[in-house]
């Protein structure tokens, strides 16, 4: 039977069709635009609208196991549909904000957090990834670098561990293919914590040139991100670079524990990504 893969045009939901898609498996693409989609020939792609109920029937005709983006607007409706269509498995694409102890009242975890709990009360089996920070965060920095700007950093030393996009997509693939991970609730992270400071550096080697780092005060900080993010996120982002800069964040799972293969570094997508840096 089917697998349908929501939110096929992101880094994610696109690496794990064309990798079920490359092991023969049927996989249908859903998106809001499936127009927009470039897949390779014989996936089916489909729309999947919030505002049209419909499109969540179809895309679930046929289909057992969901790879889900987290809409905590559609979450319920989600889950009624799936029920109705058969679906047996979702393999969610969570955030390891649900760990944090507000998660209730924070913002992103609330919104994941409403998503876990419409699926744990349903009648399907979960398999529910919560990743931290991804690598690819770092393309926020394309404009200071092409520019040849110093990247503005209230907090450069603190340290997370960043995890690269495709070792989520591999995780998935494995709970969509296998039983091992199948049900489970995994924390996701890189294999070890690196600082904003030694990212930069790996991406100056990347490129071929120093990138210089001007150091900025928080609320320098917040003022800028604030121009494109809401307030709820900036806040959230200032707390955790703050709180790992004298305490980096330990490690979860990674490919590495879970599929027995060694974790994709920071170095490595800086090195796969190079280009979009350097592009004029």
Do not use: C
Not at 33 to 58: F, H, W, Y
Not at 78 to 100: N, R, T, W
Not at 223 to 228: P, V
Not at 233 to 247: E, G, N, Y
């Amino acid at each position: 039977m089917t697998i349908l893969v929501t939110g096929a045009r992101g880094q994610i939901g696109r690496a794990v069709l064309t990798s079920l898609h490359a092991q023969g498996l049927p996989v249908r693409a859903a998106s809001k635009d499936p127009s927009a989609l470039n897949l390779p020939a014989g996936i089916q792609a489909v729309a999947l609208r919030d505002d049209d109920p419909e499109t969540l029937t179809a895309a679930l005709e046929n289909v057992r196991q969901v790879f889900l983006y987290a809409n905590p607007a559609t979450a319920d409706l989600f889950v009624k549909a799936a029920e109705q269509a058969g679906v047996e498995h979702v393999v969610l694409l969570s955030s390891s904000a649900v760990d944090s102890p507000d998660a209730a009242s924070n913002p992103i975890g609330a919104s994941h957090l409403t998503v876990e709990k419409a699926l744990a009360a349903s009648t399907l089996t979960t398999t529910t990834l919560r990743p931290g920070g991804f690598d690819s965060n770092a393309f926020g920095w394309i404009p200071a670098v092409s520019a040849g700007q110093p990247i503005e950093h209230a907090y450069p030393d603190a340290a997370l561990a960043m995890i690269h996009p495709l070792d989520i997509a591999d995780i998935a693939v494995a709970a969509l293919t296998g039983a091992e991970l199948r049900g489970r609730t995994v924390k996701l992270t890189g294999p070890e914590a690196i600082s904003f400071r030694a990212q930069i550096a790996a991406l100056s080697e990347a490129i071929g040139r120093e990138i210089p780092i001007a150091a900025i005060t928080p609320a320098e900080a917040e003022a800028q991100l604030s121009r494109t993010m809401p307030p709820y996120i900036v806040k959230a982002l200032l707390t955790i670079w703050s709180l790992t800069t004298d305490q980096p964040e330990t490690p979860a799972d990674t490919t590495e524990t879970l599929l027995g293969v060694p974790a994709r570094t920071f170095g490595q997508w800086a090195r796969e990504n190079a280009a979009a840096f350097t592009a004029p």
